[in-house]
């Protein structure tokens, strides 16, 4: 992460962070389902790796767009969580993404960092790799707003 | 479908436009793991209902932006579909989303309309509609751009 | 506006706010340069018209994404300033607009609406109609998410 | 550029391409009027330079996210012009844009590189710069899908 999104490093972040970093990729049933997992934390970003199944394709078979949405929305969900307070949670509030490729190969690596942190708002961006027979190829990009808000009261 | 689409009328949709929407839905194994059911087509237009349950959500018990970005996408591609000719698929090039509300409810309802067809790109959007005691509320928003491409040849 | 965005109607649309309107169409040089005009306000809706000139085009003589982009961007923010409070201000956080056709003609009709309003956010989007020879044409349709921020004080 | 996008180099851009970036950025009128000059052209990447006037701003003082977008979309059409053959053109289907900060300052600086070249889609990025009193910040950052067309002939 460079300086311009937060001057905390991966070596501070917080007990508390991890705690709501993992929450956010462990507590959510539908990414429980989809399988991805969290394989790198620093301030301002993280990186998720989804080994593919067939459970995972369109009708055509590549990877659903569905799932690079959902893997590049979550992963960069995680990512600005890093950067907010105890008490408060990220909501998407809309995100883009670019199918640059048609996506078929063995498993998807997700990197996603904050380009811009904030009290109210945090931009991020997530590349999507896909590993094939001949390496990894980049296969979607994506860029999310997030909205910060204080954590919902338990019902 | 207003004017501005397409002057096929839903009683014109050819029945290997039909056999190839089905396929979209049918066929992708994502979607029969996620769950949605198509209510509705006509041409330049598609609509399906997502019963919620507990695997649709994120970890604070709202759908799960993925959830709602995968429904918008697939529904605006079978919307896509119902304007191609045999030989030819869809493939979603690139989408935005916008959540416009933390949806939680019974029911998501799926509104897709082509807005602009062509031989090479075809414009669409999706409403996401939820269900709640207080009746049908708009809770999300996309813009998808769909390429339309020859069918790739089995393996 | 439907009951979705918003209570109010255009009639109660106050002094104040209409002031904010004003203030936001020509108030900005960009805007003045560029030339729209403001054709009607009600709360959570605009419409500006822009009569073409070659001014606005691009090297292969069609109307310039740019221009466009800036009439989307502008008339779907008076459509949420329509919704503010005094000493409040909306910014654009990020937009997304289709180019659905090639723009030529005389002039282009923009119609913006609040898709949801919001103490924080305002979703918005906005439709580009191009006055042709054979009729009014949709020529592009962009999706606005708007930060409602308090006024800046003067330097 | 990386060897994801292209295998050509800065050395290798033929006259052809040049001649067709220079067309794109002094033959549009928008363009030309809004100001802006290409400092660095390679195959695949271009970066231009805005000297900013009163006439780039809103109401309120910033840079008009108006002109941030033609600049960001100008500018990547210009990189993807870099990778296209003799007898096409580049035509911008649509563009995302996320204003992170209010810009205010004196010069800005868009850098914009194809992230996927393609024969009928070419997705671009582009990042913009403020140039303050306390260094160039980043200010814009933009995703573009470009269509590839035939050269339309002239009337």
Redesign the interface.
């Known amino acids: 992460m460079n300086g ?1 999104t937060d001057s905390r490093s991966a070596s501070t972040l917080t007990e508390c962070r991890i705690e709501e970093i993992d ?2 990729f462990q ?5 429980r ?2 399988g991805p997992r969290l394989v790198r934390v620093s301030a301002g970003e993280c990186e998720s790796l989804l080994d593919l199944e ?9 990877v ?4 690079q ?3 590049a ?2 992963t960069a969900g995680a990512a600005g969580a890093t950067l907010i307070r105890s008490g408060q ?1 990220v ?12 996506a078929r190969g063995e498993r998807l690596c997700c990197q996603a960092r904050v ?2 942190p904030g009290s ?2 945090i ?1 991020a ?1 997530s590349e999507i790799y896909c590993d094939t027979s001949a390496g990894a ?2 296969v979607a ?1 994506a ?1 999310v ?1 997030l ?1 910060v808000l204080p ?2 009261k338990p ?1």
Chains 1, 2, 3, 4 share one sequence.
């Open positions: 311009e929450r956010v507590g959510a049933p539908f990414i389902q989809l067939r459970s995972h394709l369109q009708q055509d078979g590549y659903h767009a569905g799932v949405a959902t893997l929305d979550h949670i909501l998407t509030a809309e995100f883009k993404i670019s199918l640059l490729r048609a380009l811009k109210r708002l931009f961006e190829v980049l990009k860029s707003t909205a954590r919902p019902d």
